[in-house]
């Protein structure tokens, strides 16, 4: 059973970066294909940020996300990485990571942005920023 723990998260002010960084435990992200973030603000529904899939290096990014945003992954450390930049303080909410179960590839390159390709859900970490 894959675990994944977020960090990285806190408060900042607009125009700062933070790297958020997902580490799975309680196995690796061997055989895992796509990995994504979502993040979801007080009285909003979750949104999709960007993912990665690994099968191809295939990346997606929402539109609020790109140019200022890259997802990265490092399997020798079984984490995966969000960094963003030029934070706004629309971009506060809690962000989490997600993975698809080992093994299943996501052939269209949008369904990596649709929550339900994924099985396992960390348990957020929350980005403030501050105006």
């Known amino acids: 059973q894959v675990q994944l723990v977020e960090s990285g998260g806190g408060l900042v002010q607009a125009g700062a970066s933070l790297r958020l960084s997902c580490e799975a435990s309680g196995g690796t992200l061997t055989g895992i294909d796509a990995m994504g973030w979502f993040r979801q603000a007080p009285g909003k529904a979750r949104e999709f940020v960007a993912a990665?899939?690994?099968?191809?290096?295939?990346?997606l990014y929402s539109e609020s996300a790109k140019g200022r945003t890259t997802i990265s992954r490092d399997n020798a450390k079984n984490t995966v990485f969000l960094q963003i930049n030029t934070l706004k303080p629309e971009d506060t909410a809690v962000y989490y990571c997600?993975?698809?179960?080992?093994?299943?590839?996501?052939?269209?390159?949008?369904?990596?942005?649709?929550?339900?390709?994924?099985?396992?859900w960390g348990q957020g970490t929350q980005v403030t920023v501050s105006s």
């Open positions: 997600a993975a698809t179960r080992p093994y299943r590839i996501i052939v269209r390159v949008e369904d990596l942005a649709d929550a339900d390709s994924y099985t396992y």
């Open positions: 990665l899939r690994w099968t191809d290096k295939n990346t």
